[in-house]
């Protein structure tokens, strides 16, 4: 976008599974009315090795947002303390997003 707005999402192990949430949410884009450019725009923020991985089958702008000590891999539950660790890793790093220069829209897929 002109305006260097980039749409967001995230990706981990739970919802990379094939013909799951996240391939219905890329198809949505193809097929939508006038959404298929959007799609450029468009970066996968994926949480672990299987996300990553899944994700760059399927879509090329997936970005591996690294931890040093937590496991983003499981469904986590609300509020739990690994919740809890991937909303403020998340948050951080949307302020980096923020800090470049960028606008975001963050959209969640369930």
Request: a positive charge.
């Given at each position: 976008?002109?305006?260097?707005?980039?749409i967001?999402?995230?990706?981990?192990?739970?919802?990379a599974?094939?013909?799951?949430i996240f391939d219905?949410?890329?198809?949505?884009?193809?097929?939508?009315?006038?959404?298929?450019?959007l799609?450029?725009?468009?970066?996968?923020?994926?949480?672990?090795?299987?996300?990553?991985?899944r994700?760059?089958?399927?879509?090329?702008?997936?970005?591996?947002?690294?931890?040093?000590?937590?496991n983003?891999?499981?469904?986590?539950?609300?509020?739990?303390?690994?919740y809890?660790?991937?909303?403020?890793?998340r948050?951080?790093?949307?302020?980096?997003?923020?800090?470049?220069?960028?606008?975001?829209?963050f959209t969640?897929?369930?």
């Amino acid at each position: 976008m002109k305006d260097k707005t980039v749409i967001l999402t995230t990706l981990n192990n739970a919802w990379a599974e094939p013909n799951s949430i996240f391939d219905i949410f890329i198809e949505s884009f193809k097929v939508g009315n006038n959404t298929k450019g959007l799609l450029k725009h468009l970066v996968v923020i994926c949480l672990d090795d299987r996300a990553y991985s899944r994700c760059l089958a399927s879509y090329p702008h997936c970005y591996y947002l690294r931890t040093n000590e937590a496991n983003f891999t499981k469904e986590a539950f609300y509020m739990s303390s690994n919740y809890l660790d991937m909303m403020w890793r998340r948050t951080e790093f949307l302020g980096t997003i923020l800090q470049m220069g960028y606008n975001f829209i963050f959209t969640v897929r369930n």
